[in-house]
């Protein structure tokens, strides 16, 4: 990460460089529908709090191609996620809202931080701010309409209580499980990104290149 080489390298034509950023928010999009898909309860939380992995390609995705390209890879993978939705759609908002705050963060730091450290503090400040996202975007948006939909906010609390009877609360619902949980996967999914970035940059720097030679033939 820390030499230019492990960049995108974009093309002299804007045409050329445009098809390269559609095939790598195509293919990144398309591991993350995947990832998506597999989803798995843990310990000590509601079973609708699912942990997985998606949002490692947007995070990808946000250091290749800035925080834009993050935010349209999280937008395509919960659009065809919608498909196979049992949430009403909500979920799917839910995890594009996330996602898209970790993409913005984590893609903003590393534009102005290109080292491995840049990409460290990236993805540490991504993780943080998707897990204080979380809060209000449950508390104002997401839980109001699961509620209108799925039996009122009594039932929800209700899933909540039966691991910790003290939340009592949708505020302290969200502070005890949800935010934790969504740290924690926010930091499994930056701890996966630093290990597979950089040989993944050298992956679509070597595409890029390639394309470059067959314009030039």
């Known amino acids: 990460m820390q030499t230019q080489t492990n960049q995108i390298q974009t093309p002299s034509t804007p045409k050329k460089s445009n098809v390269v950023k559609l095939a790598i928010i195509a293919m990144l999009s398309a591991v993350g529908v995947v990832l998506q898909y597999l989803e798995f309860s843990v310990p000590f939380v509601p079973v609708f709090l699912k942990l997985d992995f998606s949002d490692i390609p947007e995070l990808i ?4 191609l800035g ?6 890879i999280c937008l395509v993978r919960n659009a065809v996620h919608l498909l196979v ?3 009403a759609f909500i979920g799917e908002l839910s995890n594009f809202i996330l996602g898209a ?3 913005i963060c984590a893609g903003l730091i590393y534009k102005t931080h290109k080292t491995k ?15 204080a996202v979380s809060v209000p975007s449950n508390y104002f948006i997401i839980y109001p309409v699961y509620a209108q939909l799925f039996g009122g906010m009594e039932t929800i609390l209700g899933l909540y209580q039966t691991i910790l009877p ?7 619902a ?7 949980f969504t740290l924690v996967k926010g930091l499994l999914c930056a701890a996966v990104t630093m290990v597979i970035y950089k040989p993944l940059s ?15 033939v």
């Open 61 to 64: 995705g946000a250091f290749l």
């Open 67 to 72: 925080p834009v390209g993050g935010v349209v």
């Open 85 to 87: 939705s049992q949430s």
């Open 101 to 103: 705050s970790f993409a």
């Open 117 to 131: 450290k840049g990409a460290l503090l990236a993805c540490l400040c991504g993780a943080v701010v998707m897990a």
């Open 166 to 172: 003290a939340a009592d609360t949708l505020l302290k």
């Open 174 to 180: 969200l502070l005890i499980f949800n935010v934790p």
């Open 202 to 216: 050298r992956l679509f720097t070597q595409m890029n290149t390639a394309m470059r030679r067959h314009r030039d």
